[in-house]
């Protein structure tokens, strides 16, 4: 079973929708969640962090967090072409060290 | 602020030659790390290095070297590069308080695209 787990896509939706990207990790003591874009030929980007369980808004994005089933999610409201990147959930492991462990991303297409 | 800054940005290398991916952040950060990524894999982390003087392995170390050569640097070393390390190499950058607790986020240069003949 990978750490992270997520679904590669792609995932379209049309522009003005909820576009909605889901992850899983193994570690359940795991502590700290995160969420980068990463546009094609460019470097990953944070959007969201959680910590604790429950939702988290940013403008037109929503992370969500469910410890018990191990379970972190990303909506985005009001998709826009721009939009349109891979998405990488990152999770962080109990540790002595900052190990921070990738899933492989779900690529999200914005359709005008 | 540049942030994270990488070079060179794209390199070529022949089988066993050897080259350096140099890394350098100009945030005051505490913790620096390697990556790679490759297609389906997602980024996998090389080598890391929680403060100034120390370094650790990562999930794929095998045929790298680095140096954390001050606060601010931290390079990759390919001692006889092989197809197999053809990739895109991130450096990223975390603040990394240290111990416990940490809201650190990574910050990523803009990638070494290596092609290794």
């Known amino acids: 079973q990978k750490e992270v787990e997520q679904n590669s896509g792609p995932l379209s939706v049309p522009e003005g929708a909820i576009a909605s990207l889901n992850c899983t990790y193994s570690d359940r003591g795991s502590q700290s969640f995160f969420w980068y874009r990463q546009y094609s030929g460019k470097s990953p980007e944070l959007i969201m962090s959680?910590?604790?369980?429950g939702d988290k808004e940013d403008g037109r994005f929503t992370a969500q967090l469910n410890k018990a089933s191990q379970y972190v999610s990303l909506l985005i409201r009001d998709s826009q072409p721009s939009d349109s990147a891979t998405y990488l959930c990152?999770?962080?492991?109990?540790?002595?060290?900052?190990?921070?462990?990738f899933g492989t991303g779900t690529k999200l297409q914005v359709i005008p | 602020n540049a942030g994270v800054t990488q070079t060179p940005k794209f390199q070529v290398l022949k089988t066993g030659q050897s080259m350096t991916l140099q890394c350098a952040q100009d945030?005051?950060?505490?913790?620096m790390y390697w990556y790679r990524q490759d297609p389906g894999m997602g980024l996998r982390l090389i080598y890391y290095?929680?403060?100034?003087?120390?370094?650790d392995k990562g999930e794929v170390p095998n045929g790298y070297n680095v140096s954390r050569l001050n606060k601010r640097e931290f390079s990759l070393r390919l001692e006889s590069a092989a197809p197999s390390q053809t990739s895109v190499y991130f450096c990223a950058s975390s603040e990394d308080i240290s111990g416990g607790w940490s809201t650190d986020t990574q910050y990523f240069g803009p990638g070494t695209r290596l092609t290794v003949l």
């Open positions: 959680i910590y604790s369980n």
């Open positions: 990152a999770v962080k492991a109990r540790g002595g060290y900052q190990k921070v462990t």
């Open positions: 945030m005051n950060h505490n913790s």
């Open positions: 290095s929680a403060s100034e003087g120390t370094t």
